[in-house]
């Protein structure tokens, strides 16, 4: 192998892996376009809305996509859900669980330690 001719392409794949990875820190680190929103990180909006009372909405639909509690009662919402427990109880019909194993009286040897490794 002829060092001579190798070395000058390793220093050009040398600093053609330096440009790529400087060119991907600047994409990640770099400020959205204009017309790009950048959420507010300072008040986050789970943390500021109120506790939605559960039992006062019973039946209705809690949607969090927009990052707060919006509560849908239109019935729209109201037959989604209804319909939504109608697939989960047909689904759920036929699942039965075995009663958990009674502990055993007899009381089983500890192991003894592994040997320590070199």
């Known amino acids: 192998m002829n060092?001579?001719?190798?070395?000058?392409?390793?220093?050009?794949?040398?600093?053609?892996?330096?440009?790529?990875?400087?060119?991907?820190?600047?994409?990640?680190?770099?400020?959205?376009?204009?017309?790009?929103?950048?959420?507010s990180?300072?008040?986050?909006?789970?943390?500021?809305?109120?506790?939605?009372d559960l039992v006062k909405h019973d039946g209705a639909a809690i949607d969090f996509s927009s990052g707060r509690p919006v509560i849908k009662n239109s019935p729209a919402d109201r037959a989604a859900v209804a319909q939504a427990v109608h697939s989960m109880d047909e689904a759920a019909?036929?699942?039965t669980f075995q009663p958990a194993a009674a502990?055993?009286?007899?009381?089983?040897?500890p192991s003894p330690p592994a040997p320590a490794k070199p």
């Open 3 to 39: 060092w001579r001719r190798l070395w000058p392409w390793l220093l050009v794949l040398v600093a053609a892996g330096m440009w790529f990875g400087w060119r991907a820190l600047q994409r990640q680190s770099a400020p959205p376009g204009p017309g790009v929103a950048r959420p």
């Open 41 to 52: 990180s300072a008040t986050p909006a789970a943390k500021s809305a109120e506790p939605i």
């Open 93 to 95: 019909k036929d699942v």
């Open 103 to 109: 502990p055993s009286t007899t009381t089983a040897k």
